[in-house]
């Protein structure tokens, strides 16, 4: 079983850059596929991005590509989103989650999710 403790939220003005760290504990990190997702004020919790057990592979959703970018470092037991160009729209909370692989992450497949942090973009 994996805890999941995100951090990094916080204020951000439009345009400027964030990131985010998620530190595992509790099982072997290195055989999960993680990701991030975000719920936004009155809306639903959606996918941001996804990557690889071993790091080779990464996706995102439409609304982040190009301006998101997702690591780990498996020695360190860290899953990271460094977040540039924010928009206002992209302020919620940030949740970091494993799974399986990460087609089955990206779908919606979550075995373990952390309790989220807060990014907050201001216009």
């Known amino acids: 079983q994996l805890q999941l403790v995100e951090s990094g939220g916080g204020l951000v003005q439009a345009g400027g850059s964030l990131s985010l760290s998620c530190a595992a504990s509790?099982?072997?990190?290195?055989?999960?596929?993680m990701g991030w997702f975000r719920q936004a004020p009155g809306k639903e919790r959606e996918f941001v991005a996804a990557?690889?057990?071993?790091?080779?592979?990464?996706y995102y959703s439409d609304s982040v590509k190009g301006r998101f970018a997702i690591s780990r470092d498996n020695a360190k037991n860290n899953l990271y989103l460094h977040m540039d160009k924010l928009k206002p729209e992209d302020t919620a909370v940030y949740f970091c989650?494993?799974?399986?692989?990460?087609?089955?992450?990206?779908?919606?497949?979550?075995?373990?999710w952390g309790k989220g942090t807060l990014v907050t973009v201001s216009s």
């Open positions: 509790g099982g072997i990190f290195s055989t999960y596929a």
């Open positions: 989650a494993a799974g399986a692989t990460s087609l089955v992450l990206r779908n919606g497949g979550i075995t373990y």
């Open positions: 990557i690889s057990s071993g790091g080779g592979s990464t």
